[in-house]
């Protein structure tokens, strides 16, 4: 929605007003197009940078107005988090170092929020999906206070009339309700866009659709979510189920999400493209409009489509169709919005090299490929290649083919070509496409987070482990280093930090309870089977209503259990109980006062963690 000021639509009025200058950027965009207006030259791309902030714990930091405040450059913009910021970089022409260039400005802006930050105790961290995310960080008390965000929430959530259902499936299971669409502020993305020749746009979108899946498959960098060892590019799940305005029901759904990678080849014009997306979602909200764009072209004016722009951006397609006015010229771009954010510049700009020569390079056996391809074939691809990263076998040309065998025999040769063939340096071109061809080799971000927290979770808690993960990553994203090339953690160099440790560093999570009802003769014997020493007792909420201890149990016989006896006979009903983010030293002393063993850990009344004696000699 960028900055515009916009209000959601209230009255048959208003929506009839967006709709009429909606229909007229319609007819000027066909206009433009019939009249050779559309720039055709020089091409440019540019890029667009997402990053989190975090406090010198690495959790979130809910400062970005003050950050953004201080940087004080009109390159920044907020995000729907207040733990989030946005860069948008200058467009580059298509030619020589442009990419260097572009990783250089990249740099020295980051430099600048970098400053800023470390004024309010602050990090900057490009990452995917931060692990140290919890739920307690996407609440409205963490959104932007900016009135498109709010509005925008109102918006989908009327579309909706119930909760986000997020339900996410991988290593592990995340299952979850939601009331606000600031799940989005988990996802962070390095937005790349290129400049298209409106006479071949059609196929050139087709292709950017198909090299979808092994552009992502390399570049995946999110596996982590509240803990959970998710997809190999989890944002992908996530967002599309972040921002979906469609509601649950026991009826077959057939409608797209906002959130898609869509569900067939394009054709005819890049219009089509529009009007198949005002077809398929309604309008969420407006602003003001002034000039009607037709009026504009018939005095030899360029419209900035603005009604179309506001609906496009609240349609968030994978690979989106982008109008935009530069130096008074009208273009037509592709936005790729897959790509994960970091884990380094350097990391970044080979992801851009790489795509950017796809789109160059294809070779002339590709063209029309909407003709030869099935459309499931790439869309299964590209979700193969969120959720299996290089892990995945592609359908690709009619054959199946490994991620690494695609990569390196067919596409890296092809995004050579196609660089080489628009001027592009070849110092540049070997420098970036190299760091791909070693990720290949070696391992993308994603791997590199999962081998790592894997190992760090055999001796810690994940709460812990993710706090670690996090603060290496930001070491090694200062040094600037592909992610190829790097070591696994070296655990003896890990700085403890615990006079900050609160209870959910060291709660066990992963913990058996039972019900008021349960036979006492059966809890006995999970006790005894699982070497357990406290039973928390949950009624049908999660809600703790009472606690059963190897001290209850020790005393009683096996003739007393068979006679029936339920839990409730002899729960401790009043229980002592501590929120998770309680600083630890408050538990310790907590357990010591009252000569206990056990804490259960409680949000909002309901069960999420026990803390006992043994987690503190862990």
């Not at 002899?570 to 501590?578: E, G, N, S, V």
């Not at 408050?586 to 006992?612: S, Y």
Request: hydrophobic content about 35%; some cysteine.
């Amino acid at each position: 929605m960028g900055n515009l000021n916009v209000t959601k639509l209230q009255n048959k009025k208003e929506h009839a007003n967006y709709i009429h200058h909606l229909m007229n950027d319609i007819e000027a965009l066909d206009l433009m197009l019939q009249q050779d207006l559309i720039e055709k030259e020089p091409i440019r791309i540019g890029a667009e940078q997402e990053f989190f902030i975090t406090d010198e714990s690495f959790f979130p930091n809910n400062n970005a107005l003050e950050i953004l405040k201080d940087i004080n450059d009109n390159h920044f913009t907020t995000e729907i988090g207040n733990f989030n910021l946005e860069i948008n970089l200058d467009p580059q022409e298509l030619k020589s170092d442009c990419f260097s260039k572009l990783e250089e400005q990249l740099t020295i802006l980051l430099e600048k929020a970098k400053a800023s930050a470390n004024k309010y105790h602050s990090k900057i961290i490009l990452t995917g999906m931060l692990p140290t995310l919890s739920l307690k960080h996407i609440t409205l008390d963490n959104m932007t206070p900016m009135q498109r965000y709010y509005v925008l929430n109102e918006a989908i959530k009327e579309s909706r009339n119930q909760d986000f259902n997020i339900h996410i499936k991988g290593v592990d299971e995340l299952s979850f309700h939601h009331d606000s669409v600031m799940l989005e502020g988990c996802n962070t993305s390095f937005q790349m866009h290129l400049q298209i020749q409106p006479d071949n746009f059609i196929d050139s979108y087709n292709w950017a659709q198909a090299i979808s899946g092994p552009v992502l498959s390399v570049c995946a960098n999110s596996p982590l979510l509240f803990g959970k060892e998710l997809w190999a590019e989890s944002r992908i799940a996530l967002f599309t189920q972040s921002v979906d305005t469609r509601a649950n029901s026991m009826l077959l759904n057939e409608n797209q999400s906002r959130v898609s990678f869509g569900n067939n080849w394009e054709t005819g014009t890049v219009t089509d493209i529009f009007r198949d997306n005002i077809s398929r979602f309604r309008s969420l909200v407006t602003s003001e409009y002034i000039t009607d764009s037709v009026d504009m072209i018939e005095r030899g004016e360029i419209p900035k489509l603005k009604a179309l722009s506001l609906h496009s951006g609240t349609v968030y397609k994978w690979n989106r169709v982008c109008y935009g006015v530069g130096e008074g010229k009208p273009h037509l771009r592709i936005e790729n919005r897959y790509i994960a954010s970091g884990p380094t510049t350097i990391d970044e700009i080979a992801n851009m090299m790489f795509w950017v020569g796809l789109m160059l390079g294809k070779p002339s056996k590709y063209d029309s490929i909407h003709k030869k391809w099935d459309f499931k074939d790439v869309k299964s691809n590209f979700f193969s290649a969120a959720r299996y990263g290089m892990a995945t076998q592609f359908l690709w040309d009619g054959k199946y083919i490994s991620s690494h065998q695609l990569i390196l025999d067919e596409l890296l040769p092809m995004a050579y070509r196609g660089l080489y063939s628009v001027g592009i340096d070849p110092a540049d071109v070997e420098k970036y496409l190299t760091i791909i061809e070693n990720r290949v080799k070696s391992n993308n971000g994603s791997q590199w987070l999962i081998k790592n927290y894997r190992n760090l979770t055999k001796e810690r808690k994940k709460f812990e482990s993710a706090q670690i993960l996090t603060s290496q990553l930001y070491d090694k994203q200062e040094l600037n280093y592909p992610v190829g090339s790097w070591s696994m953690i070296n655990k003896s160099e890990i700085l403890e930090q615990n006079e900050r440790h609160v209870v959910k560093h060291a709660m066990s999570t992963d913990i058996f309870s039972v019900v008021k009802e349960d036979s006492l003769q059966l809890v006995v014997n999970i006790m005894k089977w699982k070497k357990i020493r406290h039973m928390p007792v949950i009624d049908g909420n999660k809600k703790l209503v009472g606690l059963i201890t190897t001290t209850d149990i020790k005393e009683l016989s096996y003739y007393y259990l068979g006679k029936g006896v339920a839990v409730e006979d002899i729960m401790t009903k009043k229980i002592i109980t501590i929120g998770q983010y309680e600083p630890l030293e408050t538990a310790k002393n907590l357990m010591i006062k009252n000569q206990i063993n056990c804490l259960p850990v409680v949000e909002k009344g309901k069960l999420i963690g026990l803390l006992t004696s043994k987690d503190f000699l862990d």
